[in-house]
């Protein structure tokens, strides 16, 4: 069975990515650096479908092994 991703819900936390790449204004991801290690957790039907909210790439960022833990 293939998962669905909702593209405007993080897929860590579910909780709104807050999005803004298709508006008129630069998204919060743009400035922020989303780093390789984060990503590589997503699951493969996730990748490129679903953006990471802001507050789980600043955990992450904080404090890699806690937030890995917390997806166990």
């Known amino acids: 069975m293939v998962e669905q991703f909702d ?9 709104s990515n807050a999005c803004g790449a298709q508006d008129d204004k630069p998204c919060w991801c743009f400035t922020l650096s989303v780093p ?3 990503l590589a957790l997503l699951p493969e039907q996730a990748r490129r479908k679903a953006c990471v909210c802001q ?3 600043e955990s992450f960022n ?3 092994a806690a937030f ?5």
Do not use: G, I, M, T
Request: include cysteine; charge should be neutral.
């Open 7 to 15: 593209q405007f819900q993080c897929p860590f936390c579910h909780q």
């Open 55 to 57: 507050r789980c790439v």
């Open 68 to 72: 890995k833990a917390s997806l166990a």
């Open 36 to 38: 390789q290690e984060l």
């Open 62 to 64: 904080q404090d890699p």
